[in-house]
């Protein structure tokens, strides 16, 4: 990387703030349109009071316009302040903090299941176009695909936890154990079927990227200058074709810090999914503000660094 | 003159008692970890502050009264529930007023040791009052003027008003400890980590988003006939499982022993496993379908009226697994004042039909009956991912569809769904409620003018004069007369009509002893200390 690259990224870096405070206005803006609101779940316990809640909303702020309220929040926010929430009463730096271990060890397992199964895969799949091996892992992958997480879920459950009492069906720890072996007993199951979903994705383009590359002049010249297979394969062809792959996988990434909504519901899994989830039913905003901040701010992070490992795999890329 | 075979029987016979009380001792074994599926995320242990009902905190905290399995309220700090009889309630100001005086047990420690007393009945109300507090469920704080402890054991509540629901909320989710809390912000003291009170277990860990764990509170003061103290079990765990289906796998596996409100349509599935046990637990739930009086046309009663002819309870049943009682009102059958003597409408869609034809209306060529271009076409919402609900609301469209009203799917989650059923932004609704063991505040809020609870804007002054009569009286014949009005009026005018009172299916390990049912909403875990485990 050269200094023109530099000065490319501090553009880029800076460029993310009006970004940033442009996703947060209309992130503030659509929950606050969106009907319902913080206090109305609490209706739903009999005996509360038209008065209490309409006290809670002042005390809350609710009761202000939402261009203050967005200015508050906003203030707050650029100060590393991010408030309480609504439904716990605890800061929500607490909350979200408590939530992060659990998504990115649920998400990171199932991310590296998924990167060890798909590109071995889709390479082997595309050098050995049309053959068994191909066919299968099309088949497979297709099935990867359209299987409804929840389905697989509930079978595997049944299959793993009922029939053959081999693996715990849910949650994150044994309550009391939480010894290594017994985290890896609660993790097998739902980083499997979230890394079937990614394998099958990230499979299919590694091929489809994989055959382009390998139809290309260059590979020819490779192969007719006498070089091995293996050569030709993975120091030629592999880097020039992980490029469209690589941003596929890094996208996937920021989506995964956001949590697996459904994975983390069926697996009793603490993630930030589930917090999300809550939240958004309970209309905690500041809560939620905090969660789909931490998505964008990952989703342009991610971004920034894609563009990055491009110029490190691909040299010919830079950055004007 | 004593024989000596006299003796002998005597003896045989005191043998007899001791090995039969013997018996009974050894059978309530003492000790061991219940494991209870949650389906909900707990937001907070703060019962005042909680969005849910109070499972889990009624295992740590005790109110001054409880109701029972019968919705009956019982003692549980206080030596005797007050009524006007025992003159715990004292009627003043020409009957304007009321002044109730508790009794607290002598003894009494919170579970960290500390002595009980009468202050911590004024602090609990000083602290849940307290505008800067913001708990919702301020339920019966604002009736009361003062409350003055003359000694140690002895409370006496002076009420601004004649409130007959006063033992429904405040004092009945339980006191806090004033020695911990007197001064703190209670909105987020870190108390509410680990809290305690004086009931029957503690909470050592809470784990959000997996789990709590409540154990023995070494100073309950609660002894069983034998002298044993206390709870039996050592402990529950409440794990927390969102699935429906996660929960019963983990029923079958043995990683929970206890579930409840397992949804209709689970419960099947869980009917002929070895070890667990499913039971119809009586609730003071019904459901209902409620109509939007601004609705021009749902304003007219003989819509209404071919409505509640054309809804086929067997049928909606049938379709949920049979597990609902049909009802005529709602008011649950457990309640005395709940009346048989109301406008009841049979299933008859003939019937239906030919009340829309006599009001004018005609089938359109879609064959939905339409009067001036106006046809009965409505929006019938439900609350979103409860299939209970959505299954009914697609038998009750179909049944609609049969006598020629067309009804279209509007489901929502959440607090839209939440904002949506009070303020009225539906047609049609289909949906439960459930009430405290004093429901007479909650009709007021289903059905009297402006309630809070009244999304569907009814508004008969009879029945709001029935309902705050029944609301004031204290005594049980005044109030089955005012509610049987009440009931007879709202039935005429049909703004909503009561379909099933509807059980909680709870799903539990056979080894579970002692359990007793809560049908009110201070929930199943109101009287844990009984529960035991056979080995």
């Given at each position: 990387?050269?200094?023109?690259?530099?000065?490319?990224?501090?553009?880029?870096?800076?460029?993310?703030?009006?970004?940033?405070?442009?996703?947060?206005?209309?992130?503030?803006?659509?929950?606050?349109?969106?009907?319902?609101?913080?206090?109305?779940?609490?209706?739903?316990?009999?005996?509360?009071?038209?008065?209490?809640?309409e006290n809670l909303k002042r005390e809350l702020g609710l009761d202000q316009p939402v261009p203050v309220?967005?200015?508050?929040?906003?203030?707050?926010?650029?100060?590393?302040?991010?408030?309480?929430?609504?439904?716990?009463?605890?800061?929500?730096?607490?909350?979200?903090?408590?939530?992060?271990?659990?998504?990115?060890?649920l998400g990171g397992t199932a991310f590296l299941l998924a990167l060890l199964g798909a590109i071995p895969l889709g390479i082997m799949s595309a050098v050995r176009r049309y053959s068994t091996v191909d066919y299968v892992f099309t088949f497979l992958s297709f099935v990867g695909f359209s299987m409804p997480i929840f389905w697989l879920a509930l079978m595997l459950q049944s299959l793993f936890a009922v029939q053959w009492h081999l693996l715990p069906s849910a949650g994150m720890v044994s309550i009391g154990d939480g010894s290594f072996v017994d985290r890896v007993r609660h993790i097998i199951l739902p980083a499997s079927i979230l890394a079937l979903a990614y394998m099958a994705s990230w499979g299919r383009f590694t091929r489809a990227s994989m055959l382009d590359v390998?139809?290309?002049?260059?590979?020819?010249?490779?192969?007719?200058?006498?070089?091995?297979?293996?050569?030709?394969?993975?120091?030629?062809?592999?880097r020039n074709a992980l490029v469209p792959v690589l941003t596929v996988i890094a996208l996937d990434f920021?989506?995964?810090?956001?949590?697996?909504?459904?994975?983390?519901?069926?697996?009793?899994?603490?993630?930030?999914?589930?917090?999300?989830?809550?939240?958004?039913?309970?209309?905690?905003?500041?809560?939620?503000?905090?969660?789909?901040?931490?998505?964008?701010?990952?989703?342009?992070?991610?971004?920034?660094?894609?563009?990055?490992?491009?110029?490190?795999?691909?040299?010919?890329?830079?950055?004007? | 003159m004593r024989s000596p075979r006299r003796h002998l029987l005597k003896l045989a016979w005191s043998l007899c008692v001791l090995v039969l009380l013997g018996?009974?001792?050894?059978?309530?074994?003492?000790?061991?970890?219940l494991t209870v599926a949650l389906n909900y995320d707990l937001d907070t242990l703060d019962p005042y502050a909680s969005g849910f009902l109070t499972d889990v905190q009624a295992t740590f905290l005790a109110g001054l009264v409880a109701p029972d399995h019968n919705a009956q309220y019982v003692p549980v700090l206080v030596t005797e529930v007050p009524t006007l009889e025992n003159g715990g309630i004292v009627l003043t100001d020409d009957g304007t007023k009321m002044v109730v005086t508790y009794h607290l047990r002598p003894g009494l420690k919170w579970a960290d040791g500390?002595?009980?007393?009468?202050?911590?009945?004024?602090?609990?109300?000083?602290?849940?009052?307290?505008?800067?507090?913001?708990?919702?469920?301020?339920?019966?704080?604002?009736?009361?003027?003062?409350?003055e402890t003359p000694d140690d054991l002895t409370a006496v509540v002076y009420y601004n008003t004649v409130f007959g629901g006063f033992k429904a909320s405040l004092f009945t989710y339980g006191l806090l400890p004033k020695h911990v809390l007197e001064g703190k912000d209670l909105n987020k003291d870190p108390f509410w980590d680990a809290p305690f009170g004086a009931g029957p277990f503690m909470v050592t860990e809470f784990k959000r988003g997996q789990y709590v764990v409540v154990e023995r509170n070494p100073y309950y003061f609660e002894v069983d006939a034998n002298g044993v103290q206390l709870p039996y079990l050592d402990s529950i765990v409440f794990k927390i499982i969102p699935d429906s289906n996660t929960q019963s796998t983990q029923l079958k596996s043995g990683e929970v022993d206890f579930a409840y409100n397992v949804p209709f349509t689970v419960a099947p599935t869980l009917e002929n496993v070895a070890g667990l046990r499913v039971l119809r637990a009586e609730t003071l739930g019904f459901r209902h379908i409620t109509f939007n009086l601004r609705n021009e046309l749902l304003n007219d009663l003989s819509v209404r009226k071919a409505f509640a002819h054309g809804v086929d309870r067997a049928a909606i049943n049938k379709a949920l697994g049979g597990y609902m009682v049909p009802t005529n009102t709602f008011v649950v059958s457990i309640f005395p004042y709940s009346s048989d003597n109301v406008p009841s409408y049979e299933y008859n869609p003939e019937l239906a039909r030919q009340?829309?034809?006599?009001?004018?209306?005609?089938?359109?060529?879609?064959?939905?009956?339409?009067?001036?271009?106006?046809?009965?076409?409505?929006?019938?919402?439900?609350?979103?991912?409860?299939?209970?609900?959505?299954?009914?609301?697609?038998?009750?469209?179909?049944?609609m569809k049969a006598i020629g009203i067309e009804l279209k799917t509007d489901n929502k989650s959440g607090a839209a769904y939440s904002q949506a059923r009070r303020e009225g932004d539906f047609d049609v609704w289909y949906s439960g409620w459930i009430t405290p063991a004093d429901p007479i505040d909650s009709y007021i809020s289903f059905y009297g003018t402006g309630g809070f609870n009244n999304g569907g804007a009814y508004s008969n002054p009879e029945v709001d004069a029935a309902l705050n009569a029944a609301a004031a009286s204290l005594d049980p014949v005044d109030v089955q007369f005012y509610m049987g009005e009440a009931q007879n009026i709202v039935l005429t005018d049909l703004p909503a009509i009561p379909l099933f009172e509807a059980?909680?299916?709870?799903?539990?390990?056979?080894?579970?002893?002692g359990f007793e049912s809560n049908p009110t909403n201070q929930t199943n875990f109101r009287h844990t200390s009984g529960w035991w485990l056979a080995k």
């Open positions: 990387m050269n200094s023109t690259n530099f000065t490319f990224l501090a553009r880029r870096i800076l460029g993310s703030v009006p970004l940033l405070i442009g996703i947060s206005i209309i992130l503030f803006g659509v929950l606050n349109l969106a009907p319902g609101g913080p206090t109305d779940v609490y209706a739903e316990i009999p005996g509360v009071s038209a008065e209490t809640l309220q967005y200015v508050r929040w906003l203030g707050a926010a650029v100060r590393g302040e991010w408030g309480y929430s609504i439904r716990t009463g605890r800061r929500v730096a607490t909350d979200v903090k408590e939530r992060i271990p659990a998504t990115l060890l390998l139809g290309l002049d260059y590979i020819r010249t490779a192969k007719a200058k006498g070089l091995g297979n293996g050569t030709v394969i993975y120091r030629h062809a592999l920021a989506g995964m810090i956001s949590g697996a909504i459904i994975t983390e519901t069926i697996f009793a899994w603490p993630g930030m999914g589930r917090l999300f989830i809550e939240s958004m039913n309970g209309r905690d905003y500041p809560v939620l503000m905090a969660l789909l901040m931490i998505g964008s701010l990952a989703l342009v992070g991610m971004n920034l660094l894609t563009d990055i490992i491009y110029s490190f795999v691909d040299p010919r890329i830079r950055y004007e | 018996g009974i001792a050894a059978a309530q074994e003492r000790g061991g970890t500390a002595p009980l007393t009468s202050a911590d009945i004024k602090f609990t109300w000083d602290a849940i009052r307290d505008p800067a507090y913001l708990g919702p469920e301020k339920n019966g704080s604002a009736e009361i003027d003062s409350i009340i829309l034809l006599d009001a004018g209306y005609a089938p359109d060529r879609d064959g939905i009956m339409a009067k001036d271009g106006k046809r009965l076409s409505f929006d019938i919402m439900t609350q979103a991912g409860r299939v209970e609900y959505e299954l009914a609301q697609q038998v009750v469209i179909a049944e059980p909680s299916i709870i799903v539990m390990t056979e080894r579970l002893q």
